[in-house]
């Protein structure tokens, strides 16, 4: 069983930038494939970025491609969602997510294990 928790949502004005953290229980970490969720009022939940277990594949959404970074630290068992040039949309509770996989895919359903969310708020 993994456990994830996630850390550094806020409220943050249109612009500006926030750093969402995500610390896994347990040895296995390293070997799992990570990812971001996110999901607003009244939407479904859609992906955001994943990062293969090196850290060596990534994959964002369009929405965010250019903007937001995935990256991982194994010895810390963190994996961090850099949010740049943020905008009123991307206002939802955002997810991390782990798979006991190597490969990062994009799917909410080929994930085992997920944090409870943690709300980002971009004022306009």
């Known amino acids: 069983q993994v456990e994830l928790v996630e850390s550094g949502g806020g409220l943050v004005q249109a612009g500006g930038s926030l750093r969402l953290s995500c610390t896994a229980s347990?040895?296995?970490?390293?070997?799992?494939?990570m990812g971001w969720f996110r999901q607003a009022p009244g939407k479904e939940r859609e992906f955001v970025a994943s990062i293969n277990w090196r850290g060596w594949n990534r994959y964002y959404a369009d929405s965010v491609k250019g903007r937001f970074t995935i990256f991982r630290d194994n010895a810390k068992n963190t994996v961090y969602l850099q949010m740049n040039s943020l905008k009123p949309e991307d206002t939802a509770v955002y997810y991390c997510a782990a798979r006991q996989s190597t490969v990062a895919v994009t799917t909410t359903t080929q994930y085992n294990y997920w944090g409870q969310g943690t709300q980002v708020t971009v004022s306009s």
């Open positions: 347990g040895p296995t970490f390293s070997s799992y494939a």
